[in-house]
């Protein structure tokens, strides 16, 4: 069964629903199009990510999406550490139907960067207490990101995007594994998971992106394939590849065992948020 770590879905930006900002796609990838992308691929089910870029904290269109398939999807939404009611938030968000998690991005305009801010250090004890993963979007912030998860040995944290800044279009990064070293020093902490997601954005190759593999394995090699997981980023990921090759840029290796790779499509996905797709379910 493969499960996508992160995939987004949007409408086109207007009056009821406008867009903050934008992100790298179509004008509209609706949960729609994203079932009939994932359906071409072979794909099973995948988190749903309310995009950040466009809605900021408003998660009603994913919402709307699992409503009508709640086979498919399992939602995740972005919250604000700056907002003193984001521990009741998030005790709301875990009541949703289909939410496994929320997400807090440090990069953002306004975030402190300070590893000790009550906010940020309330959406993790609070994450801990109820027991709901934290996706912890630490790239251009390791250090604080660092710090905040030594603090919350308790609340089971999933890094976004291998930890690494990611380009949202070309050109690729010249060094983008450049500290992918500080992040390995996260595998010491038996609370945090990888989302091995994005990946093929980072590689210097075309189809089937084989210069990601030596430093994806080192990253599997230290946290162990049942802290890691699969993931296109779709649709950030648009300008780089299509769908299908980052399905198939994994699922067709040869550098993963078949055991391996349904931990990572799937398996270890399916354990930490304790949620898998319904089979033959829309």
């Given at each position: 069964m493969l499960i996508d770590s992160q995939v987004h879905a949007y409408e086109r930006n207007r009056v009821g629903r406008p867009w903050v900002g934008t992100l790298a796609g179509p004008d509209e990838v609706t949960g729609e199009q994203m079932v009939a992308v994932m359906d071409a691929a072979t794909v099973d089910g995948a988190i749903l990510v309310s995009p950040y870029s466009m809605y900021r904290y408003d998660a009603s269109y994913a919402v709307e999406v699992h409503t009508k398939y709640p086979g498919r999807f399992a939602l995740m939404k972005p919250v604000d550490p700056a907002d003193p009611a984001v521990g009741d938030i998030i005790a709301d968000w875990k009541?949703?139907?289909?939410?496994?998690?929320?997400?807090?991005l440090l990069l953002r305009s306004g975030l402190s960067s300070d590893a000790a801010d009550p906010g940020l250090n309330r959406v993790l004890a609070t994450a801990g207490k109820l027991s709901i993963p934290v996706n912890l979007h630490i790239a251009g912030r390791l250090d604080q990101g660092i710090e905040l998860i030594r603090r919350h040995p308790n609340t089971q944290i999933i890094v976004d995007h291998l930890g690494l800044v990611q380009p949202h279009e070309p050109p690729v990064l010249t060094a983008p594994w450049?500290?992918?070293p500080q992040v390995l020093t996260l595998a010491a902490f038996e609370?945090?998971?990888m989302k091995i997601s994005?990946?093929?954005?980072?590689s210097q190759q075309t189809y089937p992106f084989a210069d990601i593999w030596e430093p994806v394995c080192r990253m599997i090699d230290a946290f162990g394939v049942d802290r890691c997981m699969w993931g296109t980023d779709w649709t950030r990921a648009v300008k780089?590849?299509?769908?299908?090759q980052g399905v198939d840029a994994f699922r067709d290796t040869d550098r993963l065992s078949a055991s391996d790779k349904a931990e990572l499509?799937?398996?270890?996905?399916?354990?930490i948020y304790r949620w898998r797709p319904i089979a033959g379910e829309a």
């Open positions: 009541k949703t139907p289909g939410a496994v998690g929320v997400r807090m450049a500290e992918l609370n945090v998971a994005g990946a093929c954005t980072l780089f590849l299509t769908f299908a499509m799937g398996g270890t996905l399916s354990r």
